[in-house]
């Protein structure tokens, strides 16, 4: 009978130690992938938009409409390429699975504040890369539809700040025949 109160403690430590650490670590990493891809993702790519009107100055301005309109013209290129491609996602029957928009989104606000913001680069680049993994982890993406959102992201951005006005919002600042100020944004209609 001593034998089997030595058993009991061995196989609740055995469960505590070999068991349950890996159900809960795996829990917990889909959680936090879930958590990242989701909350996480619209609080990077905001903060991406907003930080340099809080943090900028009368430069923020520019920052965050350019910011702006690397995210917008990034996700109609992601968006587009999904409808041509078709591609089955790896964990559902769906057709949109090429390329990550939410690599392509997070690699684009990554790539525009790195310009402006040189020696942040590696905190926007760590993110968007967190980011993308969290798609892999979360099995909605394959490595190649990662990689290829996060060029398309990266490559949209180069793009943008080549661009002298940007890609698709322009800022439209005109008087009006009674003599005010009209302000907004002018859609450009070609690349």
């Given amino acids: 009978m001593s034998w089997l109160k ?13 068991f349950s650490p890996k159900a809960i670590a795996e829990s917990f990493d889909q959680e936090a992938s879930r958590f990242v891809s989701g909350t996480g993702t619209a609080i990077y790519l905001g903060a991406g938009v907003l930080l340099p009107i809080l943090l900028d100055g009368k430069q923020g301005t520019q920052e965050s409409l350019r910011a702006l309109d690397t995210l917008a ?6 968006v587009g390429l999904k409808e041509i491609t078709d591609v089955k996602r790896p ?49 909605r993406h394959r490595l190649t539809e990662v990689l290829a959102g996060a060029a398309l992201g990266y490559l949209t951005a180069k793009l943008e700040l080549s661009q002298k006005h940007g890609l698709i919002l322009f800022p439209l600042i005109t008087n009006d025949s009674s003599g005010g100020s009209i302000v907004g944004f002018q859609v450009i209609g070609s690349f």
């Fill in 73 to 78: 013209a990034s996700t109609l290129l992601c």
């Fill in 6 to 18: 030595a058993l009991i403690p061995a196989i609740i430590a055995l469960h505590c130690t070999i």
């Fill in 91 to 139: 964990d559902s029957d769906s057709t949109d699975s090429f390329p990550s928009c939410h690599a392509t989104t997070a690699f684009a606000i990554a790539t525009i504040q790195s310009h402006y913001h040189p020696k942040s680069a590696i905190l926007w680049y760590s993110g968007a890369s967190i980011i993308s993994y969290s798609r892999l982890n979360l099995n």
